[in-house]
Each structure stands twice: as structure tokens, then as C-alpha cells.
């Protein structure tokens, strides 16, 4: 069982940066992927930025430019690093980690952008 515990987040005005951090229950070593899923009201699931056990990070389009995915393994962290923010990235944040066929969530956290 892997345990995600999520902070950061909150409410920004539309050009401004914010921060996200899931620490998990044991070392990103172990984990084969992790990063990060936001949902908005009335819309699907959408996966935001990841990273792979070996390393490459992936963005979706809507993002790329303005959100930097990073890790810290000493403490077994994973970061979103959210800058210009649009309104249309108002949503609930989730990080995630996949171990094997096992995926887990965090608790998620809100970001609201206001224009």
C-alpha cells in the first residue's frame, strides 16, 4: 500500500504561480510512474504531467511551458511547479503513483484561478 499525502494549492489570480507537493509512503525507487491528474467540474479526469521510473517527464499540451514536474528522492516527494496560471486550469489537483498494476491517490487539493 502506497500512501500519497498532497499540499499546496489554493486560490491565484490568472498569471500568477503556484506550488504543489505529494510525498509518499515509501521511495519513489519503488514506484514505476507518479505525477499528477486534475479534474475540473463536469469534465473528465486529465492527466497533467507524470513522470516514468526511468526518469522522462511528460506534459500534456495544455501545460507545457507553464508546469514543471520535478522530484526530490530523499524526501520521497514529487513537485508541480505551476506558473501563469489561466483560469481554465481551476481544478482539483491529484497526484498519483502506479506500483506495478497497483495505482494510488492522493487526497487531492483545489487550485482556483481567478481572471
Known amino acids: 500500500q502506497v500512501q500519497l499525502v498532497e499540499s499546496g494549492g489554493g486560490l491565484v489570480q490568472a498569471g500568477g504561480s503556484l506550488s504543489l507537493s505529494c510525498a509518499t509512503s515509501?521511495?519513489?525507487?519503488?514506484?514505476?510512474?507518479m505525477g499528477w491528474y486534475r479534474q475540473a467540474p463536469g469534465k473528465q479526469r486529465e492527466l497533467v504531467a507524470t513522470f516514468s521510473r526511468v526518469g522522462s517527464s511528460w506534459y500534456a499540451d495544455s501545460v507545457k511551458g507553464r508546469f514543471t514536474i520535478s522530484r526530490d528522492y530523499a524526501k520521497n516527494t514529487v513537485y508541480l511547479q505551476m506558473n501563469s496560471l489561466k483560469p481554465e486550469d481551476t481544478a482539483v489537483y491529484l497526484c498519483?503513483?502506479?506500483?506495478?498494476?497497483?495505482?494510488?491517490w492522493g487526497q487531492g487539493t483545489q487550485v482556483t484561478v481567478s481572471s
Open positions: 498519483y503513483a502506479r506500483q506495478y498494476d497497483t495505482q494510488y
Open positions: 515509501i521511495s519513489l525507487f519503488g514506484l514505476n510512474a
